[in-house]
């Protein structure tokens, strides 16, 4: 069961991480259930790197690995920014917009090392930055909506991806 949790899981669970990051942005969620889903999220994201280690370090995984390392580290900052106010807000931006980038570059390196499902991890990749574009672009001054686009910009194209790879298992260990 847990070899098929781990591969199917992302495909829950980064849509379901990027939907609680819109709720929060439009107040329907309290800064305590955004905290418990980062610490919720830390702990996942150490245990499958942990449990994965081995079979990531080489090909296109390798990337993800380490993708992996560097989105921890930035759901530790989040942590960290929920925790302690005066932290909060360049934290948690950092966070998110770090969330945007790392997977984004991670998809656009898959599509370019695999040979099946390039459009889906380009287009998921480029999807990806351009939330991560567009919600920077909102920042200042603050425009809810735009923020929300680059939100689910993100969302769709990390979906997209994580999709693309739950569909070809097998292949992303290679490259």
Do not use: K
Request: proline residues 5%.
């Amino acid at each position: 069961m847990f070899p098929r949790l781990r591969a199917q899981g992302p495909a829950v669970l980064i849509p379901l991480a990027w939907t609680v990051v819109g709720l929060a942005h439009r107040d329907v969620v309290t800064d305590r259930t955004v905290l418990i889903f980062h610490i919720v999220a830390a702990v996942l994201i150490a245990a499958f790197a942990v449990l994965s280690w081995e079979e990531m370090a080489a090909g296109v995984l390798r990337v993800w690995r380490d993708s992996l390392l560097v989105g921890f580290l930035l759901t530790v900052g989040g942590i960290v920014g929920l925790l302690y106010a005066p932290l909060r807000d360049p934290f948690l931006t950092t966070t998110i917009l770090g969330w945007m980038v790392v997977p984004g570059v991670s998809l656009y390196y898959t599509g370019r090392s695999l040979s099946t499902g390039q459009r889906a991890y380009t287009v998921g990749a480029a999807l990806s930055v351009l939330g991560a574009a567009v919600y920077a672009g909102a920042l200042f001054p603050a425009a809810e909506t735009a923020l929300l686009a680059g939100i689910a910009f993100a969302l769709v194209g990390q979906t997209v991806g994580i999709v693309q790879a739950v569909r070809q298992p097998g292949e992303t260990d290679s490259g």
